[in-house]
């Protein structure tokens, strides 16, 4: 049962070298930490793609093979959706109770496996809305617990970068998804696709049984333990006792090791009300249910408009789609760099308001070149409003609840299902009652209301944490780390007077410890 840093009080190894000497030549595809944060997105990409693959083959299904109306098809996606909302707090509670993150992804992937077997079998209305039931709570699962994991072997000023990769890959998927399932479906046979997902997902378990995370959380452990020392202690407890009254955000990754090591509660009996009533986590879930229903309002509008006003045909409508994913390939990795790298909020804040703009704009293209580089912008825009939400809220996790996070996670996917639900029909009604353009004012100027909230929210959290940060020592920022540790006399004078000296950065620290590891083992041949 591998654990997570929330549950380990002390690292074992009693240097970063020892971690490293414990493993071997695959150390690279099964221990180090981007060799996880490749396991979680494969897990999502390949929810994504059995999740959106199973998007064009639904319709004929239910309208030509069991003679049904439109009504049922939005019924079973809407059964998707509600696995996901009812179980994801499940798996949430599950990953965090029992310090694993194996077992609850397993169950998952093997929830997704029998769902696609079931597709096979299904001859009955109520079989499919059985299996896209189990789907969605397969899909619980692979996200909660799978952005957990990435959350724990990363400190804070890595997880815009590595949140942003996850979101590419869910990007992927949800490219690759419809273009597979269709193809399979219409040139090979009714069962192909199926047999593809759970090909995949096999794929996904040997992988999810292959790589052993608790290396690399060590390293964490290691790096977050050599950056704070006794003056953080006290510190970080103060911190959390201000955080518990005022809901905000105030001290970074280092000071959660020092409420760690201080026996500061870590939120392993954490509610989901408690948590969410955190500032940084409700801000932030208006935030992914407004960018959810902006992206899946899109979907089914779209293409009837193009239809109608352009011509075009299916499949020419399913390419357009790829005018919005192939640029967040690119945009959510960096998007989640710059979230590192800069202010994180004001980032948001730039998002939402493009977002708002471009939105509209691709009504009112008046021909279809002009509609689809639209579509890029809106592409390279998105990105920039829907990763920060995901880094954001695991800083926040990180610093005063790090046992909780699978709750946390749990609460990003029950936004994002709740607007997979929501968009779709939202967008449809006032598409079919209005028209288009109204319909893509009222999506960005939810955008533009949500961009409002987020610049409270960051005047408020940056407030907060000015005024703590005025009567308390200093701790580290994104641009650089200090040190603190072992604090003792004369260097807690020193360390009071602001002579703080540079320490090395987790992934500068992580490469000098694996130096240091092959070091010793050359020495001892």
């Known amino acids: 049962m591998s654990q997570h840093p929330a549950f380990m009080d002390q690292p074992s190894p009693s240097s970063p070298a020892d971690l490293s000497n414990r493993v071997g030549w695959n150390y690279w595809l099964r221990f180090h930490p981007w060799a996880v944060t490749a396991l979680v997105a494969f897990v999502i990409w390949v929810d994504m793609v059995v999740y959106s693959a199973v998007v064009p083959i ?21 059964l998707y959706a509600l696995g996901m909302i009812l179980f994801t707090p499940v798996f949430g509670y599950w990953s965090d109770s029992k310090q694993d993150r194996k077992l609850p992804i397993l169950v998952s992937l093997a929830g997704l496996i029998l769902s696609s077997l079931l597709f096979i079998f299904c001859t009955e209305y109520w079989h499919f809305m059985l299996v896209r039931f189990v789907q969605g709570v397969a899909a619980a699962g692979n996200w909660t617990v799978g952005l957990a ?17 996850v979101l590419s890959a869910m990007n992927f998927g949800y490219l690759a998804g419809p273009i597979v399932g269709g193809l399979l479906y219409d040139k090979v046979s009714y069962n192909s696709p199926f047999y593809f997902f759970m090909a995949v997902t096999a794929v996904a378990v040997v992988f999810r049984l292959a790589v052993d995370e608790s290396v690399a959380v ?10 704070v020392g006794g003056i953080a202690l006290a510190q970080a407890r103060k911190e959390k006792e201000l955080e518990s009254e005022s ?4 001290c970074d ?18 509610t989901m009300r408690e948590l969410l009533v955190g500032r940084p986590v409700w801000v932030n879930c208006v935030a992914i249910i407004v960018c959810g229903i902006v992206q899946s309002g899109l979907e089914p509008v779209l293409p009837p408009y193009m239809t109608e006003h352009f011509g075009t045909s299916v499949s020419d409508n399913g390419l357009l789609f790829l005018a919005v994913s192939i640029p967040g390939l690119v945009m959510a990795p960096l998007a989640g760099h710059w979230y590192d790298k800069y202010n994180g909020r004001q980032l948001m804040i730039l998002g939402l308001v493009l977002t708002a703009i471009a939105t509209p704009l691709i009504a009112l293209m008046p021909t279809l070149l002009w509609v689809i580089v639209s579509l890029v912008v809106f592409g390279i825009i ?8 995901l880094p954001e809220m695991g800083v926040y996790v990180n610093t005063l609840y790090p046992a909780a996070a699978g709750r946390v996670y749990s609460m990003f996917t029950i ?19 209005i028209g288009l353009l109204v319909c893509f004012i009222i999506l960005g100027s939810l955008c533009l209301l949500t961009a409002v909230l987020y610049w409270w929210y960051d005047l408020r959290q940056g407030r907060d944490e000015a005024g703590q940060h005025a009567t308390s020592v200093p701790v580290s920022d994104r641009e650089s780390d200090v040190t603190i540790a072992g604090a003792q006399g004369d260097d807690i004078e020193a360390v009071s007077a602001g002579q703080i000296a540079n320490v090395p950065t987790f992934a500068e620290f992580y490469l000098q410890s694996r130096a240091a ?9």
């Open 382 to 389: 998105f990105p920039i409003a829907l990763t920060p939400p």
């Open 415 to 433: 936004a994002f299902s709740v607007a997979l639900f929501i968009g779709p029909i939202m967008a449809g009604a006032v598409y079919d009652a």
């Open 253 to 270: 990754a280092s000071a959660a090791a020092a409420v760690a090591q201080a026996g500061v509660d870590r939120g392993e009996n954490v």
């Open 517 to 525: 590891s092959t070091t010793e083992s050359t020495t001892a041949v």
């Open 247 to 250: 809901g905000s955000l105030v």
């Open 149 to 165: 994991l990435a959350n724990d072997v990363f400190p804070n000023e890595q997880l815009g970068t590595v949140m942003g990769v």
């Open 218 to 227: 060590e390293y964490k452990i290691q790096y977050l333990n050599n950056t």
């Open 58 to 78: 639904l319709p004929d299904i239910v309208l030509n093979k069991l003679g049904l109306t439109s009504t049922h098809t939005g019924i079973l996606v809407g």
